[in-house]
């Protein structure tokens, strides 16, 4: 009789909360003998299955069918027009965005985004811009921009401080550069140092002392011989320097 009761309850129950308590109910009449193991068993049975039947029944309120989480979803990046992010990225990636030694380890795509984190750094002193932004920037995909501000910060040339915010979107990473090489290459505006180190080549040296401008240099040097002729004219004799003049003859 209460093992029919019981099966009746269990194909009637709507919620998870009834099967709750229905299997509460069967476990203690089993444990004062009022329905055998075998009962218990194949109460329990049906209890699982009738619990997974009412949970594929459920559909959570607000989410869309086949989807899992309440914010929209994610749109796939693509350039208007694929040339021109093309051309963009290759003149990041070769307008210098970090020394020669440091740039040799990453790729065109990795150095455009690099380039545009560099900017920012020297702008803000940070960079706070979303991977979308940075990824629109330099003309490559969002993947691509990750994997490079993260193969950087192995190489222990940056860091990332995440901003998370339990419950609601988080906020964009702030992205610093540590790296003194590259910092330094970011005051000197991306000037390499080469040239002064090879030497000047098809240019004439200038000497700290050589100030001032050469034409006038010339000009002076004139004015001075002639002023030094004059007086060793003038220590000549009158008829000479009268006869210099055109008075004598």
């Not at 709750?20 to 476990?27: G, P, V």
């Amino acid at each position: 009789m209460f093992h029919a009761t019981m099966r009746s309850a269990i194909d009637d129950a709507r919620t998870l909360a009834q099967l709750d308590s229905l299997s509460r109910t069967i476990w203690q009449a089993h444990a004062t003998e009022t329905v055998t193991d075998a009962e218990a068993q194949g109460l329990a049975e049906a209890l699982h299955t009738r619990r997974s039947a009412i949970r594929e029944a459920v559909v959570p309120v607000g989410i869309p069918l086949g989807r899992v989480t309440l914010f929209p979803p994610k749109r796939l990046q693509r350039a208007p027009e694929r040339s021109v992010a093309i051309e963009r990225r290759r003149r990041l990636a070769c307008s210098g965005p970090m020394p020669p030694a440091l740039a040799s380890r990453f790729t065109q795509g990795q150095l455009a985004v690099l380039r545009i984190v560099g900017d920012e750094m020297a702008r803000n002193g940070a960079c706070g811009l979303c991977i979308d932004a940075i990824a629109a920037r330099a003309g490559v995909c969002r993947r691509l921009a990750q994997a490079a501000i993260r193969l950087a910060e192995g190489d222990g040339l940056l860091t990332i401080q995440e901003r998370r915010h339990q419950g609601r979107k988080s906020d964009p990473n702030v992205v610093r550069i540590i790296s003194r090489e590259w910092l330094q290459w970011l005051r000197r505006g991306g000037r390499s140092v080469a040239p002064a180190l090879l030497g000047s080549i098809g240019c004439k040296s200038v000497r700290p002392t050589d100030r001032g401008d050469p034409q006038r240099q010339v000009v002076d040097a004139e004015a001075l011989k002639g002023c030094r002729k004059a007086a060793v004219d003038l220590d000549g004799p009158v008829s000479t320097r009268i006869r210099a003049g055109g008075g004598a003859r």
